[in-house]
């Protein structure tokens, strides 16, 4: 007797269609992280190598000093390397919790009143954080420390401050669209970016008033206009 035979059934046939996301769903907050980290990332390096190349074009410089708040191009350079490092430290500490951050958010529980807390040392002004930097760049322990003792949208204002990055970046319009939510999420405020930006413009133009500014910028202009004069030399 001969049994029936029976067609072979075919796995991918059977399986369930995958689940397709729902238009407008909005992906995870550590994939959005991620995200805009890496863009971070990118224009600090576009901005690194365009710096250290010396091709920059007037309008490039002019956006650089207000982005910075000094075309002094030794502390651009060393904002933008710590800036970069304290971006790939956050986002190892966002794959490395990243189940966290997407997990339910803990019900906040009544605290117990604390003594009060020792008074903070003041932030480091601008003028001396860039003299610090000048003096020192940050060990790869300080920028752990950087990256991972504070909350993820505070981390993030500094790396944005750190690769001139404001609303007087050409790109920040398609920045802000992601950078205002993850900040917020992350207990990060909005407010400063908006306060440094006015605060560096004042600064780069202090510094061409004060006749700073033409002895640290560079243009690279093939064709210079009639009456602009020489190009500006070169910072070393």
Not at 36 to 42: H, S, T, W
Not at 53 to 81: E, P, W, Y
Request: proline content about 12%; overall charge positive.
């Amino acid at each position: 007797m001969f049994m029936n035979a029976v067609a072979p059934t075919n796995p991918a046939k059977n399986a369930a269609p995958p689940r397709e996301k729902p238009p407008g769903a909005v992906p995870p907050l550590a994939a959005r992280l991620r995200h805009v980290i890496r863009i971070l990332i990118d224009i600090g390096e576009q901005r690194l190598i365009a710096i250290k190349s010396q091709r920059l074009t007037a309008g490039q410089v002019q956006d650089t000093g207000h982005g910075f708040g000094t075309f002094n191009l030794s502390v651009i350079a060393a904002r933008i390397m710590r800036g970069l490092r304290l971006a790939r430290a956050l986002d190892q500490r966002v794959i490395q919790t990243e189940a966290r951050i997407d997990g339910p958010k803990p019900t906040p529980k009544p605290r117990a009143p604390r003594p009060p807390r020792p008074p903070r040392k003041p932030k480091l002004s601008e003028a001396d954080d860039n003299a610090a930097l000048l003096a020192r760049l940050p060990t790869d322990r300080e920028i752990a420390i950087m990256a991972r003792r504070r909350p993820i949208g505070i981390v993030l204002g500094d790396i944005c401050a750190d690769l001139g990055i404001g609303p007087g970046h050409p790109q920040w319009q398609d920045l802000w669209h992601n950078l205002r939510g993850v900040i917020a999420a992350c207990r990060g405020s909005l407010t400063p970016p908006f306060k440094r930006a006015f605060d560096r413009v004042a600064a780069a133009y202090r510094e061409v008033v004060a006749g700073l500014a033409p002895n640290w910028t560079f243009y690279n202009d093939p064709e210079p206009k009639s009456g602009t004069g020489p190009p500006m030399t070169s910072a070393t």
